[in-house]
């Protein structure tokens, strides 16, 4: 089965790193097809902690064909710090592949991004503010910069130029700020262009050459679907499209490239930023989550917002992906409370009973989620590797997950540790990584 997308279930920070991860010792290309260093994981590799924004973590495996497609938007003082970290720590980078047609952030999307959060001052979306939005805006008004522009200086500054007239007034508060002069900026960034040059690829070819000859290709989504920009709960999503379809897009193969989706789901739910959440628990309890499960945000340090589990998005987030399987992250973080709760319809204060994710964000807002109770277990099971291994209560929790959403939960991430983990079921997955 070559081509498997994997997606973020939630608002993101699901453990999507760990997965692609283990995922990814057998596949034979990684493509990230959307975002940009708004994303991050970690990656604890033999006692190593490795942190990634842009790059695949597939690299950490010798040999392997990393790219970075062309939805992805590349702030390319983030990608050279992180080449230069890892050849630093001695990971070869030769597999790096990155599209000549991925936008680039400039240091103007980056005052742009921090302004206009300002600017909306309590309506903030709360964004990583590292130049997302305004960057794909751009791509979007035909302004933005491509990294194949880098390889020509002429044309360079010439887009910069267009690109900034329109942000005059926008940008005038930062009118003397160096990093915008026109000439440093065009230097800069043609100094960025002479260190990726090795990198910049035609990567939807590479991923059709790898998919013709039937070799397994892992598409790898950022953020969650939640933060969809079409079908997230807008406006408090990121600028591009975490699910699946979007894959196709961001890393130029067809919707019969893909041949499997895995959904990446905590067993409770996070969100930093912004924007409804309907089973947060803004008490001890949330707290706890966030203590125990280390909820502060990778690329901020923002402390996440904590909930219990919602099946009304995470069905939604099923269907919405067409997911085949899902992944489910952080059991351990539960060990210990009793009742365990998962939400399985929302209502309206009014009295209206939502059993389908609603449309309307007014709705959301208001929304109180009603709550199936499951008796909790206790215990460290992060020495768990087998389902069997697991106390029947934690059984019970997937198998009520699995039920309800439709899908086989084939993935169970038990601890921290690459190692934590337990695939489900008595057949061996397809993708089975070495334990
Ligand atoms: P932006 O992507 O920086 O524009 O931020 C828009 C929204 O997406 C904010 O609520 C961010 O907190 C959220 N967001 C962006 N990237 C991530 C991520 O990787 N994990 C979780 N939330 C994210």
Not at 274 to 296: I, W
Not at 344 to 362: I, K, N, T
């Amino acid at each position: 089965m070559p081509g498997i997308v994997i997606v973020g279930a939630q608002w993101g920070d699901e453990g999507k790193g760990k997965v692609t991860d283990l995922l990814a010792e057998q596949a034979d290309l990684v493509i990230r097809f959307q975002g940009g260093n708004n994303a991050g994981h970690t990656i604890i590799r033999d006692g190593e902690t490795f942190k990634f924004h842009l790059i695949p973590s597939g690299i950490l495996y010798p040999g392997k064909i990393c790219a970075v497609g062309n939805g992805v938007v590349i702030d390319p003082a983030v990608m050279t710090g992180e080449i230069e970290e890892l050849r630093h720590r001695g990971i070869d980078v030769s597999g790096l592949r990155v599209s000549a047609n991925a936008h680039l952030i400039m240091p103007y999307h980056v005052k742009l991004d921090t302004a206009g959060e300002l600017k909306l001052g309590s309506l903030e979306i709360g964004t990583t503010r590292r130049g997302i939005g305004p960057c794909y805006a751009d791509k979007a008004s035909r302004l933005g910069i491509r990294l194949q522009d880098l390889l020509d200086a002429k044309i360079l500054r010439k887009k910069i130029r267009a690109a900034m007239e329109p942000k005059q007034q926008m940008l005038r508060p930062f009118a003397k700020d160096p990093e915008l002069d026109l000439h440093t900026m065009v230097e800069t960034y043609l100094t960025y262009g002479h260190r990726l040059e090795p990198h910049i690829a035609d990567t939807a070819r590479l991923c059709w050459e790898a998919l013709d000859a039937d070799h397994t290709v892992l598409f790898e989504g950022a953020q969650g679907t939640l933060l969809d920009l079409d079908h997230g709960t807008y406006p408090f999503v990121t600028s591009s499209n975490p699910i699946s379809g979007a894959a196709t897009i961001g890393a130029g193969v067809g919707p019969g490239d893909i041949d499997e989706v895995w959904g990446i789901a905590k067993a409770y739910a996070t969100r930093v930023g912004a924007g409804p959440f309907p089973t947060e628990l803004a008490d001890d309890l949330g707290d706890l989550l966030r203590e125990r499960g280390g909820e502060m945000g990778t690329t901020t340090g923002r402390p996440r917002r904590c909930g219990w589990l919602d099946l009304v998005a995470l069905r939604y987030a099923v269907r919405l992906n067409t997911m085949t399987a899902l992944a489910v992250t952080k059991l351990d973080v539960l060990s210990g409370l009793d009742p365990l709760r998962v939400c399985v319809r929302y209502r309206h204060p009014e009295g209206a009973v939502f059993d389908e994710f609603p449309y309307h964000q007014s709705i959301l807002h208001t929304a109180e989620p009603e709550y199936e109770e499951l008796p909790g277990f206790e215990g460290d099971i992060g020495e768990c590797r087998r389902e069997q291994d697991l106390p029947s209560e934690a059984r019970n929790y997937l198998a009520f997950l699995s039920d309800h959403l439709g899908i086989p939960v084939r993935l169970v991430g038990v601890g921290p540790g690459r190692d934590q983990v337990i695939w489900m079921g008595e057949e061996a997955p397809r993708l089975r990584a070495a334990a």
